[in-house]
């Protein structure tokens, strides 16, 4: 299969939620609507929500019943893009090619356009209409991968790492919670809430657990002289860390075996995620 | 009825469960989580949470059911407070007496500890054991709540408005959805929580709204000596400004009459807030 066209297929259809839930460009106030727009259109690959439409296609499950998962999960990773932007943080001009949120916008809209992406994403998973509990469970799987133990802990402890305590247990915790987590819950989330049972979740978790943490240490490899203290290039070598990536691919890829011929497409977006990344 | 009595009451209510649904102190990432309890505790009066429990009251529910709903909106009340103080916003050192967030643990952790309780917000909704539909429903509630088109919008609008700009209604609109939205959803959203019909609800939600509307006209009469744009006492003078928070807290309260007695604490809680604030 041609995983850039699956990659794209899973892309129209998450923009056009993302396109329906975000206020317009004229609505006011203005500076806040557009800055919520900027970084979600055009995005990156989106492979957030690919992992969420192809979880669910591998459980069995009507992937169009993924998609407020998929956009979603989508929400909250470009609202963390923007705050890891912000001065106080990673202090970035640039993404993707383009001024960052608060270059254009300045820094107070830059953070309340993150903070009002992260509540609409969980607006968009309280609005849908599948069954209640299966959305509450969504709503909760992804406040968990957001929160203080996950996403933003991640974040607070990348920030503050000294190159002394870069040890691989401090590394591969902060990528667990700051980069996999959220793979995670876009693997698990897009086929609970589309009715997958517990166990068929679970390892769909899992899988985007170890995707992710594969993906984090092939975005290093493409990032290599960036020379960060949390990067496991920086800290066992380019042929080691390539290695680890693979070795999390093949153990993620082991999890999608009681899936069968449906995960096909989740297995080449572990693969693409692995080899290529963003 | 004692109305400061029932405050401390519904405060040591809401208090067990903030307590139980943030991480400790000593939890890492320390900082992170040391500046998520900063504010909330000690905290203020509580008279969001207070409104919640006494929505439920109101409507007949077990309030038991509504704590949910009344921490989640002070976990969201909190972090709007902690991310308006930053220097990129209105740049407040002091709060309550004491530093800020970002004066005792630095600009970057004051932003990821305000996006972490509201991403706890929603955690907390969606594990609560109240029934899957009403729990979404309380989830939709505080979302929309905390969005653009509410509390972040209002800020936004806040934090732009000139002078020259400075009309009443623009004025009622900045106080209707960066004060007002989050007074509504909570005095409708415990009740929702706690199993009320709609109809109630919405009388909730409508009486919420004009209570904050009152407090917002209060606090600013309290702070007179602020001058910002967006103060119906710079607009209106105090004379004329004590009218309307006098003639709000009359029509929140005729909201209540289908309630009875039932209502007897959110009357007093509104008058408390309309006629003293903060």
Not at 29 to 57: N, Q, S, T, W, Y
Not at 68 to 95: G, Q
């Amino acid at each position: 299969m041609d995983v850039e066209a699956y990659l794209g297929a899973c892309a129209g259809r998450v923009e056009g939620v993302l396109e329906k839930v975000l206020p317009g460009v004229d609505e006011a106030p203005r500076d806040l609507h557009r800055a919520m727009r900027h970084l979600v259109f055009p995005g990156g690959k989106r492979i957030r929500p690919a992992l969420a439409i192809a979880g669910a296609e591998a459980a069995g499950c009507p992937s169009e019943a993924a998609l407020p998962m998929a956009a979603a999960v989508e929400l909250v990773h470009t609202y963390s893009l923007i705050h890891d932007d912000l001065p106080c943080m990673d202090d970035d001009a640039e993404r993707r090619g383009r001024p960052t949120v608060h270059v254009v916008y300045g820094e107070a809209v830059a953070v309340l356009a993150g903070d009002a992406l992260l509540a609409l994403a969980f607006e968009l998973l309280a609005g849908g209409d599948g069954a209640p509990e299966r959305r509450m469970a969504a709503v909760g799987e992804l406040a968990r991968a957001a929160g203080s133990r996950n996403l933003v802990g991640g974040q607070a402890d990348d920030l503050s790492l000294a190159e002394s305590e870069a040890t691989e247990a401090a590394v591969s915790s902060i990528h667990r919670r700051k980069t996999a987590a959220l793979m995670a819950a876009a693997s698990a989330g897009g086929a609970l809430l589309a009715g997958a049972d517990g166990d068929d979740v679970a390892c769909l978790r899992s899988f985007g657990e170890k995707v992710g943490l594969a993906f984090q240490i092939a975005d290093d490899l493409l990032d290599d002289g960036r020379d960060e203290p949390a990067s496991m290039v920086r800290l066992l070598g380019r042929e080691e860390a390539a290695r680890r990536s693979e070795s999390l691919l093949a153990a993620a890829v082991a999890e999608l075996a009681r899936f069968g011929g449906r995960a096909a497409p989740l297995r080449e977006l572990a693969r693409f995620a692995a080899r290529r990344a963003r």
